[in-house]
């Protein structure tokens, strides 16, 4: 484990996204929006993650240079088509669409085919905080997921993100895959040679279990719940809507043809659509009530909640989003820790490239 | 336990709905939204509430004859405000506003206040389908919940429904509360003198317990997921959305502040909004891409789902919606099942207001 200043992490994979042929402003939003998760805590989905996306564009699975375009609209929503591009410049550009029609109309819906994973769902879904909109991201993602009584893996992590402006108190920003745990959480516990909790995990025969290397032997994550008698048909149900929004409306690969991340994985043959999908919405609050007025609620909403009575040993409620903005500060400030594997990897991919990290 | 006819059943609550005041159309769409829980298996939030909905009426609480109106709206959103009305009345209405904006622009989004409790959250979304539209229905309710680390009941079970529109195959609908179960579950396991599964509900000093009384006396029912470790930060992270949806963006009641459902208990003193508040959402599916088009990828994902293989003492993968559907088959044919103190109360309220059940 090392620290890295943000700068240094930034540049490195600016540079790295140069030299795979990204043009200079979509390598900066790029780098910014992947390196956005490191910041925000979600290590498994930052710069760790870099090396996996060059090997998806030496596969030919990445076009660097895409041309965006919304293919399809009405006042209110639109497909936009992102070329074959990388998520994490497809996003912000489907997110300002959906920005741009919720200031005509009160609300702006955009479903992405033909694109590629976006990095932390949460960044998206915070571009709207800035014009007093609520802003929702979601996407889905390579299938890793039995659904509630299926031994097969059909669904991705699926994450869903909501950002609500408030005016004196920091935003309320929920981002949360639709399953118990996320990946990266089963890796820590691989590294310490740890088992999980119950409900994270079924192996290969689809029955539960607590082995980290649950996954990676064959099994599946399961979605929030765990099983049916703790609800995992409710993680199951929102993660299928996100994979129907993401995908069925704008006519994306969905369920178990989303193309997996990883390049040695094939994408099925006969697919049902283009590339992953993801689905945005932008809300403008004045298109309810007047913002003041929101927000002073929202601010009242947030610290009822965060003064209320704990429960025995724990210090108080959590807002969605104070632990995430909290450590964004820290690790601006103290720099990023990276684990001794992802620094091996990303020095090799630097030298690949001819690019120093 | 006792079978009753659907036609039996609709012809008490709609002529217990006509004396305590409601007009004929309304007491007519409020006793089919009502009796769609009882159809569908959510027998707490069917004609076992009716009585307590009186209660609410001859508290004051409810006003039988309400006067619908939009408040507030762009093209695309509105406010509705349902001058205390029943929620089994004042939710279809304000779905209809949200469907007309989506024939309109593409989509509609409509939040609720000074409204009451408006049975289960699937039928108001399900609305949406006979359009070819996507229907997406929450309310907030009476303070039940317990977020992560709270001592204190903060939020309602606030459900969340999304009704999506197939080809050949019935549709997709999920209707679920951000619990990890809700209260009429745990009524049933009073009854049978039963302990919970854990994860379900803690006690009023903020402890995990299985007692089936736990919320009864004093404790509260725990988000999806139960505790931290197995992803409760993600369910009362939904259940803030739903309320804040509903509530903040409308002018209702959030958080601790939604009135109580049942009459016994007054609502806080300095109430932040008026009654309690939903949220609909009307999206054309042709909006995006040509209806037929994604209702024949939607029965593929139907049918992909359903096929799959399942896990070991199982028969198949569930889509959300189908036990719900075949249930109402059933209890259509075969009548509706109800408790006997269910039973006994309504011949008692029928006996008070001149009404033989």
Chains 1, 2 share one sequence.
């Not at 999980?196 to 979605?223: E, F, H, I, M, Y």
Request: charged share 20%; proline share 7%.
């Amino acid at each position: 484990m090392q620290q890295f200043s943000y700068d240094h992490l930034y540049r490195f994979t600016y540079d790295m996204l140069l030299k795979i042929g990204c043009p200079e402003a979509d390598a900066q939003l790029a780098a910014k929006v992947l390196l956005s998760a490191d910041l925000r805590g979600v290590d498994s989905h930052g710069v760790a993650r870099l090396s996996g996306y060059v090997r998806l564009w030496e596969k030919g699975r990445i076009n660097a240079a895409p041309k965006l375009r919304v293919s399809y609209e009405t006042p209110s929503t639109a497909v936009v088509d992102g070329d074959g591009g990388l998520g994490l410049v497809v996003a912000p550009f489907a997110m300002k669409v959906a920005m741009e029609k919720a200031k005509q109309v009160g609300t702006g819906w955009v479903s992405v085919k033909n694109s590629n994973h976006y990095g932390i769902a949460g960044y998206h879904a915070m571009l709207a905080l800035t014009q007093d909109m609520i802003g929702i991201s979601m996407t889905n993602a390579s299938p890793l997921v039995a659904p509630t009584f299926s031994k097969e893996r059909l669904l991705g992590t699926n994450p869903i993100s909501v950002a609500i402006p408030a005016n004196e108190e920091p935003a309320f920003v929920l981002d949360m895959a639709t399953t118990t745990a996320a990946n990266g959480k089963l890796e820590m516990l691989q590294r310490k040679g740890q088992d999980t909790p119950s409900g994270w995990v079924q192996d290969k025969s689809g029955n539960p279990t607590t082995s980290a290397n649950g996954v990676k032997d064959g099994g599946a994550l399961l979605p929030l719940g765990g099983d049916r008698e703790h609800g995992s048909h409710k993680g199951y149900g929102l993660g299928a809507v996100v994979d129907i929004l993401s995908a069925v409306l704008s006519g994306a690969n969905y369920g178990p043809w989303v193309p997996p991340f990883v390049a040695f994985l094939d994408p099925l043959p006969n697919l049902v659509g283009e590339g992953i999908g993801h689905f945005f919405g932008a809300m403008r609050v004045d298109a309810f009530r007047p913002a003041e007025e929101f927000k002073g609620h929202m601010d009242q909403w947030i610290r009822r909640f965060r003064s209320a009575e704990p429960t025995p040993g724990h210090e108080k409620v959590v807002i969605p989003g104070d632990p995430e903005r909290e450590l964004e500060l820290l690790r601006k400030k103290e720099g990023i820790p990276l684990l001794d594997p992802v620094i091996q990897d990303l020095t090799e991919l630097g030298k690949k490239f001819g690019v120093s990290f």
